[in-house]
């Protein structure tokens, strides 16, 4: 329970997002990279937005699930790149669907959300993507950037695992 979490929380996937981003934009690929960066931070403000402003509701006062929402945006728009910015949502949604649903019920199971909170999470990740057009290039990403892309994000993972504690807790008390 405690790894979904952690794969889901802003901590560990800033600094792969972050790998990630800089290598497409090292390879010249400044379109993807910039659409899901924006793509996430957009995610990101709009759940920290709402946490803030329903920080004293009783029946909101977990909405939305920012791991779940930071999983559909960050994961989502990792896929979206691996397969060449051009399948459409309809290719990304058997892959960031299940992630979504393993992070919305480890969220559930660890009395963190209900159900509600991780529908909203997934909407505002969701909604990112598709405003920013992560799902749709305007040309494909080219392999050799896409397989760069992928080794930095997994290479940063030692980072992120380190990064979790501290960079999630700063991110937490920031919108919480």
Same mark, same amino acid.
């Given at each position: 329970m405690e790894l979904l979490n952690t794969l889901a929380d802003v901590g560990f996937v800033a600094p792969l997002l972050a790998a990630g981003v800089l290598m497409l934009l090292a390879r010249g690929s400044a379109e993807p990279a910039l659409r899901w960066a924006t793509a996430f931070v957009l995610a990101a403000a709009v759940t920290g937005g709402l946490k803030a402003m329903l920080r004293g509701s009783a029946d909101f006062a977990h909405f939305p699930s920012g791991h779940?929402? %930071?999983?559909?945006? *960050?994961y989502g728009g990792l896929f #979206?790149?691996?397969t060449g910015g051009r399948g459409g949502p309809w290719l990304n949604l058997p892959i960031v669907v299940p992630i979504a649903l393993l992070s919305g019920w480890s969220r559930v199971e660890t009395t963190a959300?209900?159900?509600?909170? %991780?529908?909203?999470? *997934?909407?505002?990740?969701?909604? #990112?993507?598709?405003?920013?057009?992560?799902w749709r290039m305007s040309r494909p990403v080219d392999v050799a950037a896409r397989k760069w892309m992928l080794t930095a994000t997994v290479a940063a993972m030692p980072v992120g695992f380190a990064s979790y504690t501290w960079l999630g807790h700063s991110w937490?008390?920031?919108v919480e």
């Open positions: 779940v929402c %930071v999983a559909v945006a *960050f #979206s790149i691996l959300h209900s159900w509600t909170d %991780v529908l909203g999470g *997934f909407a505002i990740g969701a909604i #990112s993507l598709a405003l920013l057009g992560c937490r008390m920031l």
